[in-house]
């Protein structure tokens, strides 16, 4: 019951053990959309470290880095999030990316992404 209340507040468990544990939690409830190449995939769930997205990972190969964008539907319009990323994991669907040389001015863009969502579901 408590772990359906936390992924409703958008935070999620990590309790892996610190070698596999993840800097930051997954977070499924903000809505995003990854622009690559011109092209848009819908983003499964993304954390400031990375995001699982879905593809047709044909396209794409573990190791390629690239150029991104998240997008992300705010109470007061979309907010562009831009960096790079690297490919560390697919499968046919979906494609993981691992964030690379996130400055400070992107992580701070992801902050506001958090804070709007928790100030919008405070509301409610």
Not at 26 to 31: A, S, T
Not at 83 to 110: C, P, S, W, Y
């Amino acid at each position: 019951m408590i772990t359906s209340w936390l992924q409703q507040r958008g935070r999620v468990s990590n309790d892996n053990p610190p070698p596999t544990r993840r800097m930051y939690p997954r977070r499924e409830c903000d809505k995003c959309v990854a622009v690559i190449d011109g092209m848009l995939y819908p983003v499964e769930d993304w954390s400031q470290g990375g995001m699982l997205m879905s593809c047709d990972a044909r396209l794409f190969r573990v190791g390629q880095e690239m150029k991104t964008t998240l997008k992300f539907k705010l109470s007061s319009g979309i907010m562009d999030v831009t960096g790079t990323a690297k490919i560390v994991r697919k499968n046919d669907h979906q494609v993981g990316l691992q964030f690379t040389g996130i400055d400070t001015g992107t992580q701070e863009k992801m902050g506001r992404v958090i804070e709007d969502y928790n100030l919008r579901s405070s509301v409610n």
